[in-house]
């Protein structure tokens, strides 16, 4: 694992303390991902994302993989279950925040899913560059009668 981190963060081995938290190393989110995707090939099953933030160091990250390891092949022992690798991703939550009264994921799908919706959208789109105008225009006249008093 060591070499792992030192190669992705792209620092000499000399250099990793194990002991040191993985995101000091330099290491992005999808860095983190890779790692944890080609630690999954080599202890041969997956691996929950969130084990680091419940383990962030790689001593602590390896302790947790080893011991996890341990009682996965003590189960798989007695339970002949194929290991499944293929879990779907699934999206838990979503934010948005659109012109045009779009307050919600159910009014963008309307927005977009409905023909109706597409030429509203097409005039909304229209409307942006002359609300940007009468707002230059408010502005020009607030300033002018500024400059008057």
């Known amino acids: 694992m060591i070499d792992e981190v030192a190669r992705r ?8 303390n194990v002991d040191r938290p993985l995101f000091e190393f330099g290491l992005s989110s999808r860095g983190l ?14 691996i929950d994302p969130s084990v680091l933030f419940e383990h962030p160091t790689i001593s602590a990250l390896a302790n947790s993989l080893f011991v996890k390891d341990t009682q996965d092949r003590r189960a798989a022992a007695s339970d002949s279950a194929p290991v499944r690798d293929d879990d779907p991703i699934a999206v838990v939550g979503i934010g948005c925040r659109l012109p045009g009264g779009v307050d919600s994921m159910d009014d963008l799908w309307e ?15 229209r409307k942006i560059p002359q609300i940007r105008e009468a707002i230059r225009a408010i502005q020009e006249c607030a300033q002018e009668r500024t400059e008057m008093m």
């Open 111 to 125: 927005l977009t899913a409905f023909s109706e919706a597409l030429d509203d959208l097409d005039m909304l789109l």
């Open 9 to 16: 963060a792209d620092i000499k081995v000399a250099q990793i």
């Open 33 to 46: 991902v890779e790692l944890l995707g080609a630690l999954s090939e080599t202890l041969g099953r997956s």
